[in-house]
């Protein structure tokens, strides 16, 4: 009787110990929480971004079903609040989607300081933080063990612009650079410089401007004297129209003329007309990329995602039918790329998430996706390069997601004054 | 004996507000890092008050106090984290470096500003600040436009578990305790010779003048104990708590607008009022934003236009109009 008894206990213990595990592990749904920056400096790539979750949460419930997780497949919800871009706001929101909410990963507000404001409290909490609007390589040089990037570090913004100069050219040399006095432009000045010195170029010009500059004709002047054959520059958008006009007002004509942010944006275009013909500049995505199932297997990695076409028609259910640029882009890869760890994991335990970030090398219409294991910095996303060409901008580089080939060397100021364009044959 | 103590009683509404709000961010899920925005809010109040609230004088540059007050911090933990067993004394060393730049900062400040009154004085305190940023900006000092990031070496110093303590916990008491320090500073310049000649001088700055009250004296007391609280709050709420700053986050004008808005809508010149305005103004900012993602201050704006309407002393201000006479009377001033 005894024995019977004890054998009842240890089965009784053990149905029950199951259960209770069993319960512990049930997921009903995955929670995504986010400090979207919906108003404040930074609310246009905020409410961009804004867009691009909730395109890609849609894609993952309506198509992908859910998230698989212990067998069967569970909603993802996203949890955003409005963090107005301000410090204060995103660390108390933080706070709020750790404890209250109970989310499973956090995508962090947009720009490198907000990126860095929330990274403690999400430390704190061991949530999977993930960056999708701080392109700052410090970021990952701090040892945050939960941060995780998305997008291509600042260093790495002009890198794919110098390699494909370098195959177009393999004989230009004098390379100019002159960017903005920021964080985020010095953070790209000093990886372009380290990379052209890699690839045999000439520093022959390296300054930077003062931010909210009104005049870049000095510096200009300087730079002309410099003769250089290549320049690579820009901040933001008005200096980098700015840049571009003051060389065509001084005649400073070189094979090739790369600008970070403001070569991408359809403003550049109004504001200069022809004068963009053949100025190349990164993006960390474009409409139009070549990102697709087939280019995945090309390169060896699993794809996960909607195509381009279907990422921008679902960004436009919610934009109110405005064009999602990349940074609706590089926030939607953002839920993509957590969904697959979790469904990797298997689990919702922050740490096997992080440690299934480690494993994941995939594609989604953004781009490839994989990360320093040890500093959560992205390695294989690669910037796209467009050019301006008949009015037009055109992906020329990387070669795979590519829609056209470049036009090199870039025509003279005067050439495109009597209506040259820069489309090649 | 105990009228001497009477006289310290309008500290307990304010250190009771404070008491509560650590309270409730301990012991209610998820309430601390909304509890530490508050009591920020509160701090930078209570300290702007100082100056604006007891001389009139409105300082739009004022967050350039509270910029050099996270650059101390930062300077002390980036430049210090390499020597062995200093530990603690690293943040001490920021919270004195913090008091001693702002300090410094706010006599170079006041030495010239101060001699300008109303619209002039507020227009070259704009110029401040933002000279002072396009200097380190293009001066390339400290980092320049690339700021200090120095999370890594705090975590150097302190061991990961440690430091996500102090940065997630720790520096939000601190700035509870820089509340405190700053409440009671108020109450000891109303209750003593200085809190009389900053209020003669507010009411009429050339009578007070005229009566034998150096002016310029009590304006600059007041102009550097407002700087050093507040450059010492944000040692603690942006360089301890957050461990980066970029120059064009922490000289951004919008915290100036805030402490102006929070002074105002508590009541100038009050003990009580920055608290009762960050409160307002903090609550009413974070619900909204809960309750409606995107439109909160679509709705935020109009609240903040009735209440500046329907209390035009503020909200402390109206309050003690409406005690006089009753028992609340000697606790809120």
Known sequence: MKEYCLKSAIIFMAVFGLLLTTNALAVDKVVLGHPACLSGKFAKAGSQ?????????????????????????????????????????????????????????????????????????????????????GASNRIFQQGFQYAVQVLSPATL??????????????????????????????????????????????????????????????????LKAAKPEIILGGGHFPDGQLFARQMSDLDINVKALSMIVAVTLPAFREALGAKTEGIVGPAQWEFGVKYSPAAAKKVGVPWFGPTNEEFVKLAKEFSGGKTPDYHAAEAGAAPLV??????????????????????????????????????????????????????????????EAATGKLYYPMPTFAEKAKGKVAVPR | MSSKIARYYPLIPVYAAYLILFLIGRNVTGMWQLMAMLVFYCAIGQAFNIFLGMTGYVDFGY???????????????SHLYQIEGLGMWVILIGAVLAILMS???????????????????????????????????????????????????????????????ISTTWADIFVILVACLGAFVTLRFMLGKIGYALMALREDEDAAKVMGINVTKYKIIAFIT?????????????????????????????????????????????????????LIYGLSKY?????????QLLIFAPIIIVIVVAFPEGVVGVLKRRVRGTVLEKFIV
């Open chain 1, 49 to 133: 971004a804004s867009w691009g979750i909730k395109a890609c949460v849609k894609w993952i419930n309506e198509v992908n079903g859910g998230v698989k997780i212990g067998g069967k497949k569970v909603p993802l919800v996203y949890k955003p609040y409005d963090c107005e871009s301000k410090k204060e706001m995103v660390t108390s929101l933080i706070g709020r989607l750790a404890t209250i909410e109970k989310v499973h990963g956090i995508i962090a507000a947009y720009s490198s300081g907000l990126t860095l404001t929330g990274a403690p409290v999400a430390e704190k909490y061991g949530i999977p933080y993930l960056s999708q609007g």
């Open chain 2, 63 to 77: 967050v350039a106090f509270m910029g050099i007050g996270t650059y101390g911090m930062a300077l002390s933990i």
């Open chain 1, 338 to 399: 957590f969904v697959k760890a979790v469904e990797l994991a298997n689990s919702v335990e922050p740490d096997k998430i992080r440690a299934a970030f480690n494993k994941m090398d995939l594609m989604t219409f953004f781009g490839e996706f994989k990360i320093n294991p040890d500093t959560g910095l992205q390695t294989r996303h690669s910037m796209v390069v467009v050019q301006w060409q008949g009015g037009k901008k055109v992906i020329v580089w990387p070669e």
């Open chain 2, 226 to 278: 407002s700087a050093s609280l507040v450059g010492l709050v944000a040692a603690f709420a942006w360089g301890l708590k957050l461990t980066y700053l970029f120059p064009d986050e922490i000289f951004d004008i919008s915290y100036t607008v805030e402490c102006i808005i929070i002074v105002l809508l508590g009541g100038a010149g009050t003990l009580l009022g920055p608290v009762a305005g960050a």
């Open chain 2, 103 to 165: 300090g410094a900062l706010s006599v170079a400040v006041g030495a010239v500003a101060l001699r300008l009154r109303g619209a002039y004085f507020a227009i070259a305190t704009i110029g401040v600040n933002e000279g002072f940023r396009f200097l380190i900006e293009g001066a390339k000092i400290w980092g320049g436009s690339e700021g200090i990031i120095f999370s890594g070496q705090f975590t150097h110093i302190f061991g990961r578990k440690t430091a996500s303590l």
């Open chain 2, 287 to 295: 619900w909204l934003t809960i309750i409606l993602p995107g439109f």
């Open chain 1, 157 to 222: 913004y002009q890198a794919g612009a110098v390699d494909m100069l370098r195959k177009a050219d393999p004989s230009a040399k004098r390379m100019a650079l002159a960017f903005e006095d920021s964080e985020f432009a010095r953070m790209v000045l000093r990886g372009a410089e380290k990379h052209a010195k890699e690839l045999g170029f000439k520093i022959v010009f390296n300054r930077t401007y003062p931010k909210h500059v009104n005049d870049l004709t000095p510096l200009l002047s300087d």
